[in-house]
């Protein structure tokens, strides 16, 4: 059994006190939550103590991004070693997102820095969430399928069988973000059939298999629960909808 998992990606969004808002709002509706799913929050690092520091906040947190280099003279950024020291027994914080599109477009970040990242993840016992996803030009083309695919061998095929085990994929195709327009579930499916073919090629059945696959892109309440049932979409990647608890907990109740 595949793990179902709802991850809200707030971006650049909300400040200290819209933080603590959410999660006490969020806290006082958590027992309309009817599905048995992992859900985790990506604030902006900078509040994810504040989320934590939360009392009864037991939800999953994770970070958005994390440098591809150890440490050293990088000004402004994280390394994976202090997200996981922030949290050391990873009683909280698991995840960190790899790749998201807004990343790959705005800081330049190519298949071989994610692939970096995610190792650096990997060496800090954290999970990334490696995004890929087709521009709007490429599809058109008709050539996602090709474009998706250099992205996971090129981010991720370096790692052997068990390490690839430790992680989550989201396909977030990228004329769907913020853009109000959702692929259709069998667009969906499709790709993430085709991302499970190809998880099969490299590896095997099982090791396909078991990996999670999310679903990102303008999904809201109106359309989450016809995409996730699809055999193939394990969960979502949220971003908007994310942002407000009721909109999120139709969401996740949607799984
Ligand atoms: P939207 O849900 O706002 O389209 O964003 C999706 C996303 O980028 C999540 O990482």
Redesign the pocket.
Known sequence: MRKKIVAG?WKMNLLDEEVINYVVDFNSKKGEIESEVEIIIFPASLYLDTMISMPDWDIKIGAQNCSQHKSGAFTGEISAEMLRDFDYDCENLHYCLVG?SERRAYFNETNTILAQKVDRLLECELKPIYCCGEELEQRKSESHFEVVKSQIIEGLFHLDEKQILNLVIAY?PVW???TGETATSKQAQEMHQFIRETLKEKYNEEVANSISILY????KPSNAKELFSQPDIDGG?????SLEVDSFIQIINSI
Do not use: F, M, V, Y
């Open positions: 990606n998201h977030e769907a973000i913020g990102g892109g303008s999904c990647l949220i971003g908007g909808a």
